[in-house]
C-alpha cells in the first residue's frame, strides 16, 4: 500500500513514524473493539494475553462473523507464517504466540506457513541454502511456543510444493498482474517469482476447506502489514468457494533504535533482539536501546520519562511484563521518574534472560517432532 508522506507500511517495507489508526482507515479494516475482546475473552476462559489486553493487536477483519459461527458450532483453524530471510526476533513472536493461545484455549489447529520461496525471490542477497536453513531454523522457534503436535501442521514451501500446487493453480487463475501491481506496488524489474509468490500465501487460507470438502473457516493473526496478501485473498475467495478468512492484526513493535518496526532490513542489527543472541549480545542491545529518558537524571527524576517512545517500555508491554500490576507499576514509575532507564533496563534483562533460557530448551524438545509436521503430499483424492 503506498503510504502517506510521513510513513509506508507494505509487506515489503515499513518507515517511518506509523499512524495506526491513520493506517487502519487507510487500509479499510476495523477496530479491535472493548466489545470484541469482551467476547474473545468470554469464550476463551480466563484472561486475556497482553498482546490482546494491551492494545497491540488492535485492529480485523470480519472476527466478529467468526465467533458467531464459532458459537453457532462451526470450529475454524488459525493460519500464519514467516518468510524464513535469518533468525528470528522478539517481536516476530506475536503472532504465533495469539495462535498457539488460541489453540490452547479453543483447540484450534494450527497451521504455518514458512516462505523460503518468497524471501529468496525477495531479497537478493540470499542463498536457496540460507533461506532453507533459516525456515528450518525459524519454524523449531515457532514450534517451541507451546503448540501441540497432534493439531499442527506446516506448510514449508519448496518442501510442500506437491500439497499446496493443485490448489495454488486455482487461485493464480485468479490474481491479475494488474491487481498484484496496484497492491504491492512492485517494480517492473521484480521478478516472476515474486510477483507469483501472492498465490502461494493465500493457499493454506484455502486448504482445510479444499481438504475436507466443506467450507472451514480460517482466522489469520499476522502484522498489519500483510493485510495487502489477505485483501487479495478475501476479494478471490468465494469465487473460488472458500469463506473469506477473518483477519487479526498488530501493530509493528518498534525497534530498539526506535525504528518503526524491529525489523533490521535496512537497518543495523542492533536494532532487534534475535532468538540466537547470545546473554552478553542481549545486555548490550538493551543497554544501548533508545528509551524515553531525559537528559540528565536530576531532569528525569524531577519531570520522569516518556514510555510512549520507549522501545524499552514496548517490550515490557508486548511480553516481558508478567501481569497488568506488574506492566502499570513499570509505566507509573516511568512517568513519575521514581525508576530510571538504567534500573528498568536491568529489571527487563532479568526477564529476557529467563525468557531466552526457557525458549532454548522448548526449541530443543521440538527438534524431535518438527519434521513431521511438513505437509508433503495433496489431501486424498486431491492431486488435480
Ligand atoms: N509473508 C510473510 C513474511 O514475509 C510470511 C507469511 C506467509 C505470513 N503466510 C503468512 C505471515 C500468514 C502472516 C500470515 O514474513
Known amino acids: 500500500m503506498p503510504g502517506s508522506e510521513e510513513f509506508v507500511v507494505t509487506p515489503y517495507e515499513v518507515r517511518g513514524r506509523v499512524d495506526y489508526d491513520r493506517l487502519r482507515e487507510m487500509f479499510g479494516t476495523q477496530e479491535l ?6 467476547r474473545l475473552r468470554r469464550l476463551a476462559g480466563g484472561e486475556l494475553p497482553p498482546l490482546l489486553s494491551r492494545g497491540i493487536y488492535y ?3 470480519d472476527l466478529g462473523a467468526l465467533l458467531d459461527a464459532y458459537e453457532a458450532g462451526r470450529p475454524f483453524f488459525v493460519y500464519s507464517g514467516r518468510g524464513p530471510s535469518g533468525p528470528l526476533h522478539t517481536s516476530h513472536l506475536a503472532q504465533f504466540e495469539i495462535c498457539r493461545w488460541f489453540q490452547e484455549r479453543l483447540g484450534v489447529p494450527m497451521y504455518v506457513q514458512i516462505t523460503d520461496d518468497e524471501k529468496y525471490w525477495s531479497r537478493s542477497g540470499l542463498t536457496r541454502e540460507e533461506t532453507v536453513r533459516w525456515g528450518t531454523e525459524n ?8 503448540f501441540d503436535p497432534k493439531r499442527t501442521r506446516v506448510f514449508f514451501d519448496s518442501k510442500s510444493i506437491a500439497a499446496l500446487y493443485p490448489l495454488a493453480i486455482r487461485v493464480a487463475r485468479k490474481i491479475t498482474y494488474s491487481s498484484v501491481k496496484a497492491v504491492f506496488g512492485l517494480e517492473p524489474s521484480a521478478n516472476i517469482g515474486w510477483i507469483f509468490y501472492t498465490a502461494l500465501q493465500t493457499v493454506p487460507a484455502f486448504w482445510p476447506s479444499w481438504a475436507e470438502g466443506k467450507s472451514v473457516p480460517c482466522l489469520i493473526p499476522c502484522g498489519i502489514d500483510q493485510d495487502p496478501h489477505f485483501r487479495l485473498t478475501r476479494d478471490i ?4 468457494g472458500y469463506p473469506k478468512p477473518a483477519l487479526l492484526h498488530s501493530r509493528m513493535v518498534p525497534g530498539l533504535l526506535g525504528e518503526a518496526a524491529m525489523s533490521t532490513t535496512g537497518a543495523s542489527p542492533d536494532n532487534a533482539l534475535f532468538l540466537n543472541d547470545p546473554p552478553k549480545v542481549v545486555e548490550r542491545k538493551v543497554r544501548n536501546a533508545f528509551t524515553g529518558g531525559r537528559a540528565t537524571v536530576e531532569e528525569q527524576r524531577r519531570l520522569g520519562a516518556d514510555p510512549e517512545v520507549c522501545s524499552v517500555w514496548a517490550l515490557w508491554k508486548s511480553r516481558f511484563a508478567e ?8 509505566t507509573a514509575d516511568c512517568r513519575s521518574g521514581a525508576m530510571l532507564c538504567g534500573e528498568c533496563k536491568g529489571l527487563l534483562l532479568e526477564r529476557i534472560h529467563r525468557f531466552y533460557a526457557d525458549h532454548a530448551a522448548a526449541r530443543e524438545k521440538a527438534r524431535s517432532w518438527a519434521e513431521e509436521t511438513i505437509i508433503t503430499a495433496p489431501p ?4 488435480l
Open 139 to 146: 519454524l523449531l522457534d515457532i514450534l517451541a511456543l507451546g
Open 33 to 38: 473493539s472493548s466489545e470484541l475482546l469482551e
Open 237 to 240: 475467495a468465494e469465487g473460488l
Open 380 to 383: 486424498p483424492g486431491r492431486d
Open 59 to 61: 485492529s480485523h477483519r
Open 323 to 330: 501481569s497488568e500490576e506488574r506492566f502499570e507499576k513499570i
